[in-house]
Protein backbone atom coordinates (compact mmCIF):
# COMPACT_ATOMS: atom_id res chain seq x y z
CA UNK A 1 0.00 0.00 0.00
CA UNK A 2 1.38 3.36 -0.86
CA UNK A 3 1.67 5.50 1.94
CA UNK A 4 0.59 9.26 2.36
CA UNK A 5 3.39 12.14 2.65
CA UNK A 6 4.44 13.01 5.57
CA UNK A 7 2.79 15.91 7.44
CA UNK A 8 3.44 17.34 10.64
CA UNK A 9 1.49 16.33 13.41
CA UNK A 10 2.26 15.22 17.38
CA UNK A 11 0.84 11.65 17.21
CA UNK A 12 2.51 11.16 13.50
CA UNK A 13 5.48 13.45 13.51
CA UNK A 14 8.18 12.03 11.00
CA UNK A 15 5.82 9.15 9.56
CA UNK A 16 3.91 7.97 6.52
CA UNK A 17 1.40 6.01 7.15
CA UNK A 18 -0.40 3.49 5.23
CA UNK A 19 -4.51 2.91 5.49
CA UNK A 20 -4.28 0.61 8.26
CA UNK A 21 -2.37 3.16 10.39
CA UNK A 22 -5.57 5.45 9.63
CA UNK A 23 -7.89 2.98 10.73
CA UNK A 24 -5.82 2.03 14.15
CA UNK A 25 -5.79 5.46 15.13
CA UNK A 26 -9.72 6.14 15.04
CA UNK A 27 -10.63 2.79 15.91
CA UNK A 28 -8.03 3.42 19.05
CA UNK A 29 -10.59 7.16 19.05
CA UNK A 30 -8.16 10.08 18.06
CA UNK A 31 -8.69 12.39 15.63
CA UNK A 32 -6.84 11.72 11.84
CA UNK A 33 -4.93 14.40 10.65
CA UNK A 34 -6.18 16.32 7.87
CA UNK A 35 -3.22 15.35 5.08
CA UNK A 36 -4.39 11.84 6.07
CA UNK A 37 -8.02 12.18 5.30
CA UNK A 38 -7.16 14.01 2.37
CA UNK A 39 -4.93 10.94 0.67
CA UNK A 40 -7.13 7.79 2.54
CA UNK A 41 -10.26 9.66 0.03
CA UNK A 42 -8.41 10.25 -2.85
CA UNK A 43 -6.80 7.12 -2.70
CA UNK A 44 -10.25 4.85 -2.09
CA UNK A 45 -11.54 7.16 -4.64
CA UNK A 46 -8.28 5.99 -7.30
CA UNK A 47 -9.00 2.50 -5.97
CA UNK A 48 -5.99 2.15 -3.99
CA UNK A 49 -7.57 1.58 -0.69
CA UNK A 50 -9.94 -1.31 -1.38
CA UNK A 51 -13.65 -1.45 -0.31
CA UNK A 52 -12.88 -3.34 3.09
CA UNK A 53 -10.16 -0.84 4.67
CA UNK A 54 -12.54 1.75 3.91
CA UNK A 55 -15.31 -0.43 5.24
CA UNK A 56 -13.47 -1.09 8.23
CA UNK A 57 -12.94 3.07 8.58
CA UNK A 58 -16.54 3.56 8.02
CA UNK A 59 -17.54 1.19 11.19
CA UNK A 60 -14.22 3.59 13.63
CA UNK A 61 -16.23 6.35 12.42
CA UNK A 62 -19.00 5.18 13.65
CA UNK A 63 -17.77 3.93 16.76
CA UNK A 64 -15.56 6.98 17.17
CA UNK A 65 -17.01 10.14 15.61
CA UNK A 66 -15.33 12.86 13.65
CA UNK A 67 -14.48 15.89 15.40
CA UNK A 68 -15.27 19.36 14.00
CA UNK A 69 -12.01 19.45 12.17
CA UNK A 70 -11.98 16.33 11.07
CA UNK A 71 -15.61 16.23 9.72
CA UNK A 72 -14.58 19.60 7.52
CA UNK A 73 -11.52 17.89 6.24
CA UNK A 74 -13.49 14.81 5.68
CA UNK A 75 -16.65 16.87 3.32
CA UNK A 76 -13.73 18.90 1.51
CA UNK A 77 -11.60 15.87 0.79
CA UNK A 78 -15.28 14.14 -0.63
CA UNK A 79 -16.41 17.64 -2.25
CA UNK A 80 -12.80 17.94 -4.32
CA UNK A 81 -12.84 14.03 -5.49
CA UNK A 82 -14.22 15.20 -8.65
CA UNK A 83 -16.45 18.15 -10.31
CA UNK A 84 -17.75 20.77 -8.99
CA UNK A 85 -20.59 22.46 -10.73
CA UNK A 86 -21.48 25.70 -12.23
CA UNK A 87 -24.52 27.28 -12.97
CA UNK A 88 -23.87 30.60 -12.93
CA UNK A 89 -25.35 30.57 -16.38
CA UNK A 90 -29.06 29.52 -15.23
CA UNK A 91 -30.64 33.13 -14.50
CA UNK A 92 -32.63 31.62 -11.52
CA UNK A 93 -31.91 30.91 -7.52
CA UNK A 94 -30.43 27.43 -7.63
CA UNK A 95 -32.18 25.55 -4.57
CA UNK A 96 -32.34 22.12 -3.49
CA UNK A 97 -33.91 19.66 -0.83
CA UNK A 98 -32.27 16.63 0.78
CA UNK A 99 -33.67 13.95 3.30
CA UNK A 100 -31.96 11.46 5.40
CA UNK A 101 -34.10 8.96 4.18
CA UNK A 102 -37.37 7.29 5.81
CA UNK A 103 -40.10 4.55 4.60
CA UNK A 104 -42.15 5.83 2.04
CA UNK A 105 -40.22 8.61 1.51
CA UNK A 106 -40.91 10.14 -1.81
CA UNK A 107 -41.49 13.45 -1.26
CA UNK A 108 -38.76 14.73 -3.80
CA UNK A 109 -40.66 13.39 -6.29
CA UNK A 110 -43.41 15.54 -6.75
CA UNK A 111 -41.61 18.29 -4.74
CA UNK A 112 -38.73 19.36 -7.20
CA UNK A 113 -41.53 19.91 -10.09
CA UNK A 114 -43.51 21.86 -8.31
CA UNK A 115 -41.13 24.19 -7.16
CA UNK A 116 -39.50 24.51 -10.34
CA UNK A 117 -42.62 24.99 -12.56
CA UNK A 118 -42.92 27.86 -9.71
CA UNK A 119 -39.31 29.79 -11.08
CA UNK A 120 -36.93 27.84 -8.72
CA UNK A 121 -33.62 26.21 -10.48
CA UNK A 122 -33.47 22.70 -8.63
CA UNK A 123 -30.29 20.84 -9.38
CA UNK A 124 -31.65 17.52 -7.41
CA UNK A 125 -28.43 15.22 -7.08
CA UNK A 126 -30.14 11.83 -5.46
CA UNK A 127 -28.92 9.16 -4.01
CA UNK A 128 -30.37 5.27 -4.30
CA UNK A 129 -32.07 3.52 -0.79
CA UNK A 130 -29.94 3.09 1.90
CA UNK A 131 -30.80 -0.15 4.52
CA UNK A 132 -34.22 -0.10 4.97
CA UNK A 133 -35.17 3.15 3.49
CA UNK A 134 -35.87 3.70 -0.32
CA UNK A 135 -34.28 6.04 -2.87
CA UNK A 136 -35.27 8.62 -5.12
CA UNK A 137 -33.08 7.41 -7.95
CA UNK A 138 -34.39 3.78 -7.69
CA UNK A 139 -37.92 5.17 -7.42
CA UNK A 140 -37.18 7.49 -10.96
CA UNK A 141 -35.89 4.39 -12.06
CA UNK A 142 -39.18 2.84 -12.20
CA UNK A 143 -39.96 4.68 -14.93
CA UNK A 144 -38.96 3.01 -18.18
CA UNK A 145 -35.94 4.02 -19.59
CA UNK A 146 -35.05 7.01 -17.13
CA UNK A 147 -31.52 7.42 -16.66
CA UNK A 148 -30.32 9.20 -13.89
CA UNK A 149 -26.60 9.06 -14.37
CA UNK A 150 -25.77 11.63 -16.90
CA UNK A 151 -22.60 13.75 -17.23
CA UNK A 152 -21.93 17.21 -15.79
CA UNK A 153 -22.85 18.39 -19.47
CA UNK A 154 -26.24 16.81 -19.62
CA UNK A 155 -26.75 18.18 -15.81
CA UNK A 156 -26.42 21.13 -16.71
CA UNK A 157 -28.60 21.29 -20.11
CA UNK A 158 -31.52 19.53 -18.87
CA UNK A 159 -31.31 22.10 -16.08
CA UNK A 160 -30.66 25.13 -18.02
CA UNK A 161 -33.80 23.84 -20.47
CA UNK A 162 -36.10 22.83 -17.47
CA UNK A 163 -35.28 24.13 -14.41
CA UNK A 164 -35.18 20.61 -13.14
CA UNK A 165 -32.69 17.68 -13.16
CA UNK A 166 -33.46 14.73 -11.32
CA UNK A 167 -29.93 12.35 -11.61
CA UNK A 168 -27.25 10.60 -9.26
CA UNK A 169 -23.54 11.15 -9.32
CA UNK A 170 -21.91 10.81 -12.47
CA UNK A 171 -18.55 9.35 -12.55
CA UNK A 172 -16.99 12.68 -12.00
CA UNK A 173 -19.46 14.56 -9.25
CA UNK A 174 -18.05 13.88 -6.06
CA UNK A 175 -17.13 10.25 -7.19
CA UNK A 176 -15.55 9.46 -3.72
CA UNK A 177 -19.08 9.56 -2.03
CA UNK A 178 -20.75 7.38 -4.84
CA UNK A 179 -18.24 4.45 -3.37
CA UNK A 180 -18.95 5.26 -0.33
CA UNK A 181 -22.43 5.65 0.13
CA UNK A 182 -22.69 2.53 -1.80
CA UNK A 183 -20.77 0.83 0.72
CA UNK A 184 -21.78 1.75 3.67
CA UNK A 185 -25.71 0.51 2.66
CA UNK A 186 -24.34 -3.18 2.89
CA UNK A 187 -21.98 -2.77 5.84
CA UNK A 188 -24.08 -1.27 8.69
CA UNK A 189 -22.14 1.98 8.88
CA UNK A 190 -25.08 4.33 7.43
CA UNK A 191 -25.92 5.72 11.20
CA UNK A 192 -23.10 8.05 11.95
CA UNK A 193 -23.85 11.31 11.97
CA UNK A 194 -20.56 12.45 10.10
CA UNK A 195 -20.59 10.26 7.73
CA UNK A 196 -24.09 11.21 6.59
CA UNK A 197 -24.01 15.03 7.33
CA UNK A 198 -20.54 14.90 4.94
CA UNK A 199 -22.20 12.27 2.89
CA UNK A 200 -24.95 14.57 2.05
CA UNK A 201 -22.99 18.53 2.00
CA UNK A 202 -20.26 17.10 0.22
CA UNK A 203 -22.83 16.63 -3.19
CA UNK A 204 -25.20 19.61 -2.17
CA UNK A 205 -21.94 21.75 -2.31
CA UNK A 206 -20.59 20.39 -5.53
CA UNK A 207 -23.98 21.73 -6.60
CA UNK A 208 -23.48 25.67 -7.13
CA UNK A 209 -26.52 26.16 -4.65
CA UNK A 210 -28.22 29.33 -3.41
CA UNK A 211 -29.67 27.58 -0.50
CA UNK A 212 -30.61 24.34 0.77
CA UNK A 213 -33.56 22.71 2.62
CA UNK A 214 -32.75 19.47 4.68
CA UNK A 215 -35.38 17.15 5.97
CA UNK A 216 -34.00 15.55 8.86
CA UNK A 217 -36.07 12.16 10.01
CA UNK A 218 -36.44 10.64 13.67
CA UNK A 219 -38.14 7.88 15.06
CA UNK A 220 -38.23 4.26 14.16
CA UNK A 221 -38.07 4.54 10.43
CA UNK A 222 -35.30 6.67 10.57
CA UNK A 223 -31.45 6.17 10.72
CA UNK A 224 -31.44 9.20 13.61
CA UNK A 225 -34.32 7.83 15.81
CA UNK A 226 -33.92 9.71 18.88
CA UNK A 227 -34.67 13.68 18.59
CA UNK A 228 -31.41 14.53 19.96
CA UNK A 229 -29.64 12.50 17.52
CA UNK A 230 -31.38 14.32 14.58
CA UNK A 231 -30.94 17.54 16.03
CA UNK A 232 -27.63 17.37 15.80
CA UNK A 233 -27.48 16.17 12.63
CA UNK A 234 -29.67 18.67 11.40
CA UNK A 235 -27.03 21.21 12.95
CA UNK A 236 -24.17 19.82 11.79
CA UNK A 237 -25.37 19.98 8.38
CA UNK A 238 -26.91 23.78 8.63
CA UNK A 239 -23.00 24.41 10.48
CA UNK A 240 -21.54 22.96 7.23
CA UNK A 241 -23.76 24.39 4.57
CA UNK A 242 -23.53 28.00 6.17
CA UNK A 243 -19.58 28.36 6.72
CA UNK A 244 -20.32 27.94 3.06
CA UNK A 245 -22.01 30.48 1.99
CA UNK A 246 -25.02 28.40 1.46
CA UNK A 247 -28.65 28.83 3.10
CA UNK A 248 -28.81 26.08 4.81
CA UNK A 249 -32.73 25.68 6.63
CA UNK A 250 -33.29 21.93 8.13
CA UNK A 251 -36.52 20.36 9.23
CA UNK A 252 -36.76 17.70 11.52
CA UNK A 253 -39.85 15.72 10.89
CA UNK A 254 -41.41 12.13 11.70
CA UNK A 255 -40.58 9.01 10.70
CA UNK A 256 -42.30 6.60 12.99
CA UNK A 257 -44.89 5.23 10.58
CA UNK A 258 -44.25 5.24 6.45
CA UNK A 259 -45.10 8.47 4.71
CA UNK A 260 -48.57 7.83 2.67
CA UNK A 261 -49.66 4.84 1.88
CA UNK A 262 -47.37 3.17 -1.05
CA UNK A 263 -43.78 2.07 0.07
CA UNK A 264 -41.61 0.09 -3.02
CA UNK A 265 -40.55 2.06 -6.13
CA UNK A 266 -43.29 2.05 -8.72
CA UNK A 267 -46.00 2.40 -5.98
CA UNK A 268 -44.43 5.18 -4.41
CA UNK A 269 -44.08 7.03 -7.94
CA UNK A 270 -47.80 6.01 -8.64
CA UNK A 271 -48.50 7.99 -5.20
CA UNK A 272 -46.13 11.38 -6.52
CA UNK A 273 -48.23 11.48 -9.23
CA UNK A 274 -51.66 11.32 -7.04
CA UNK A 275 -49.82 13.96 -5.27
CA UNK A 276 -49.69 16.57 -8.59
CA UNK A 277 -53.16 16.03 -9.16
CA UNK A 278 -53.78 16.80 -5.95
CA UNK A 279 -55.61 13.92 -4.84
CA UNK A 280 -52.51 12.51 -2.63
CA UNK A 281 -52.29 11.54 0.77
CA UNK A 282 -52.47 14.40 3.49
CA UNK A 283 -49.64 13.73 5.18
CA UNK A 284 -47.24 13.78 1.67
CA UNK A 285 -49.18 16.55 0.85
CA UNK A 286 -48.74 18.67 3.50
CA UNK A 287 -45.03 18.19 3.59
CA UNK A 288 -44.89 18.96 0.15
CA UNK A 289 -46.28 22.23 0.69
CA UNK A 290 -44.42 22.66 4.02
CA UNK A 291 -41.04 21.98 1.96
CA UNK A 292 -41.75 24.00 -0.61
CA UNK A 293 -42.45 26.98 1.02
CA UNK A 294 -39.32 27.05 2.76
CA UNK A 295 -37.51 26.33 -1.05
CA UNK A 296 -39.36 29.60 -2.58
CA UNK A 297 -38.22 31.60 0.50
CA UNK A 298 -34.96 30.33 0.21
CA UNK A 299 -35.45 31.79 -3.65
CA UNK A 300 -36.53 35.05 -2.56
CA UNK A 301 -40.56 33.96 -3.68
CA UNK A 302 -43.37 35.17 -1.33
CA UNK A 303 -46.98 33.60 -1.00
CA UNK A 304 -45.48 29.79 -1.66
CA UNK A 305 -48.00 28.03 -1.16
CA UNK A 306 -50.07 29.65 -3.35
CA UNK A 307 -48.10 29.36 -5.52
CA UNK A 308 -47.47 25.88 -4.69
CA UNK A 309 -51.26 25.43 -5.15
CA UNK A 310 -51.61 27.21 -8.69
CA UNK A 311 -48.82 24.55 -10.00
CA UNK A 312 -51.23 21.63 -8.62
CA UNK A 313 -54.38 23.17 -10.33
CA UNK A 314 -53.34 23.90 -13.52
CA UNK A 315 -51.03 20.55 -13.77
CA UNK A 316 -47.71 22.61 -14.38
CA UNK A 317 -46.09 20.68 -11.54
CA UNK A 318 -47.23 16.84 -13.42
CA UNK A 319 -46.23 18.57 -16.92
CA UNK A 320 -42.98 19.85 -15.44
CA UNK A 321 -42.52 16.31 -14.54
CA UNK A 322 -43.42 14.99 -17.69
CA UNK A 323 -40.35 17.02 -19.29
CA UNK A 324 -38.52 16.10 -17.29
CA UNK A 325 -38.69 12.68 -17.02
CA UNK A 326 -38.36 12.29 -21.11
CA UNK A 327 -35.41 14.19 -20.47
CA UNK A 328 -33.96 11.78 -18.89
CA UNK A 329 -34.73 9.28 -21.26
CA UNK A 330 -38.31 7.88 -19.81
CA UNK A 331 -41.39 7.05 -20.46
CA UNK A 332 -43.86 9.73 -19.89
CA UNK A 333 -46.77 8.17 -20.81
CA UNK A 334 -46.45 6.10 -17.12
CA UNK A 335 -47.26 9.39 -16.01
CA UNK A 336 -50.11 9.79 -17.83
CA UNK A 337 -50.82 5.99 -17.29
CA UNK A 338 -49.67 4.95 -13.84
CA UNK A 339 -51.15 1.46 -13.84
CA UNK A 340 -47.73 0.91 -16.66
CA UNK A 341 -45.37 0.87 -14.13
CA UNK A 342 -43.97 -1.83 -13.35
CA UNK A 343 -46.16 -4.34 -11.34
CA UNK A 344 -45.31 -7.66 -8.96
CA UNK A 345 -47.23 -10.86 -10.15
CA UNK A 346 -48.28 -12.22 -6.82
CA UNK A 347 -50.27 -10.18 -4.11
CA UNK A 348 -50.88 -10.95 -0.53
CA UNK A 349 -52.92 -9.19 2.38
CA UNK A 350 -51.69 -8.86 5.68
CA UNK A 351 -55.45 -8.52 7.95
CA UNK A 352 -56.06 -6.95 11.56
CA UNK A 353 -56.65 -9.69 13.86
CA UNK A 354 -58.88 -7.73 16.28
CA UNK A 355 -61.04 -4.30 16.19
CA UNK A 356 -59.36 -0.63 17.72
CA UNK A 357 -57.62 1.94 16.68
CA UNK A 358 -53.83 1.77 14.80
CA UNK A 359 -51.85 2.84 17.72
CA UNK A 360 -48.65 1.57 16.13
CA UNK A 361 -47.52 1.35 12.34
CA UNK A 362 -44.07 0.71 12.51
CA UNK A 363 -42.10 2.45 9.57
CA UNK A 364 -39.14 0.58 10.64
CA UNK A 365 -40.57 -3.03 10.19
CA UNK A 366 -42.60 -2.31 7.19
CA UNK A 367 -39.17 -0.81 5.92
CA UNK A 368 -37.39 -3.84 6.56
CA UNK A 369 -40.06 -6.05 4.88
CA UNK A 370 -40.20 -4.14 2.00
CA UNK A 371 -36.27 -4.44 1.62
CA UNK A 372 -35.96 -8.31 1.91
CA UNK A 373 -39.24 -9.00 -0.64
CA UNK A 374 -37.07 -7.26 -3.21
CA UNK A 375 -37.89 -3.61 -2.72
CA UNK A 376 -34.34 -2.77 -1.79
CA UNK A 377 -31.04 -3.97 -1.03
CA UNK A 378 -29.29 -5.91 1.71
CA UNK A 379 -25.93 -6.06 -0.73
CA UNK A 380 -24.47 -3.62 -2.57
CA UNK A 381 -24.98 -5.46 -5.40
CA UNK A 382 -29.09 -6.48 -4.73
CA UNK A 383 -30.83 -5.44 -7.85
CA UNK A 384 -33.96 -3.44 -6.97
CA UNK A 385 -37.19 -5.21 -7.98
CA UNK A 386 -39.07 -2.18 -8.95
CA UNK A 387 -42.91 -3.33 -8.73
CA UNK A 388 -42.36 -4.82 -5.43
CA UNK A 389 -44.24 -2.63 -2.72
CA UNK A 390 -46.44 -2.37 0.27
CA UNK A 391 -49.92 -0.23 0.56
CA UNK A 392 -50.51 0.73 3.63
CA UNK A 393 -54.25 0.70 4.25
CA UNK A 394 -54.52 1.59 8.29
CA UNK A 395 -51.95 4.06 10.35
CA UNK A 396 -51.66 5.47 13.37
CA UNK A 397 -55.47 6.80 14.60
CA UNK A 398 -57.41 4.59 11.74
CA UNK A 399 -59.90 2.67 13.09
CA UNK A 400 -60.06 -1.16 11.80
CA UNK A 401 -62.35 -4.32 12.76
CA UNK A 402 -61.30 -8.09 12.65
CA UNK A 403 -60.27 -9.09 9.28
CA UNK A 404 -59.87 -5.73 7.70
CA UNK A 405 -56.81 -4.91 5.61
CA UNK A 406 -53.61 -3.46 7.24
CA UNK A 407 -51.38 -3.68 4.09
CA UNK A 408 -51.11 -5.25 0.59
CA UNK A 409 -48.02 -6.82 -0.47
CA UNK A 410 -46.75 -7.30 -4.31
CA UNK A 411 -44.12 -9.83 -4.09
CA UNK A 412 -42.32 -11.85 -7.00
CA UNK A 413 -40.59 -14.36 -4.95
CA UNK A 414 -42.73 -16.40 -2.68
CA UNK A 415 -40.09 -17.89 -0.67
CA UNK A 416 -38.86 -14.53 0.32
CA UNK A 417 -42.80 -12.94 0.81
CA UNK A 418 -43.33 -15.87 3.06
CA UNK A 419 -40.18 -15.37 5.21
CA UNK A 420 -41.30 -11.69 6.05
CA UNK A 421 -44.90 -12.12 6.34
CA UNK A 422 -44.72 -12.72 10.29
CA UNK A 423 -42.60 -9.94 10.40
CA UNK A 424 -44.61 -7.56 8.42
CA UNK A 425 -48.05 -8.35 10.57
CA UNK A 426 -45.86 -7.51 13.89
CA UNK A 427 -45.60 -3.96 12.63
CA UNK A 428 -49.36 -3.20 13.48
CA UNK A 429 -51.09 -2.34 17.01
CA UNK A 430 -54.42 -2.32 17.75
CA UNK A 431 -55.76 -1.08 21.19
CA UNK A 432 -59.00 0.23 22.31
CA UNK A 433 -57.71 3.53 22.83
CA UNK A 434 -57.89 5.84 20.01
CA UNK A 435 -54.38 7.90 20.18
CA UNK A 436 -52.91 10.85 19.18
CA UNK A 437 -50.94 11.55 16.50
CA UNK A 438 -48.05 13.58 16.42
CA UNK A 439 -46.98 17.05 14.02
CA UNK A 440 -45.42 15.81 10.96
CA UNK A 441 -42.71 19.20 11.45
CA UNK A 442 -41.06 18.68 14.89
CA UNK A 443 -38.52 21.53 14.58
CA UNK A 444 -36.60 23.97 12.54
CA UNK A 445 -32.98 24.76 12.71
CA UNK A 446 -31.39 27.34 10.63
CA UNK A 447 -27.92 29.29 11.06
CA UNK A 448 -29.39 31.90 14.02
CA UNK A 449 -29.28 28.46 16.00
CA UNK A 450 -25.80 26.77 15.78
Known amino acids: MTPFPLYPTTSLAAMACTAVELIELKRDGRPLPAAGIEWLIAAYTD ?15 VLNGLDAEELAAWTNAMLNSGDILDFSNVP ?23 VASCGVAVPMMSGRGLGHTGGTLDKLESIPGFTTRIDKERFGAILGEHNLVLAGQSDTMVPA ?69 VETVALITAMDQPLGREVGNANEIRESVEVLRGAGPDDVTELVFTFGEVMLDLAGIDDGRERLQEAIDTGAGLQKLREVAAAHGGDPAVLE ?70 ATVRYRDESRWVAQRDDLASAWTVETARPTVGDLVVERIDRTQI
Open 177 to 245: DRKLYALRGSTGTVPSIPLIASSIMSKKLAEGLDGLLLDVKTGSGAFMQDMASARELARTMVGIGSSSD
Open 337 to 406: DTSLLPQAPHQATIEAGEGGYVTRCDALVIGLAATRIGAGREQMEDEVDHGVGITVHAKIGDRVSAGDPL
Open 92 to 114: FAKIDKHSTGGVGDKISIPLAPL
Open 47 to 61: GLVPDYQMAAMAMAI
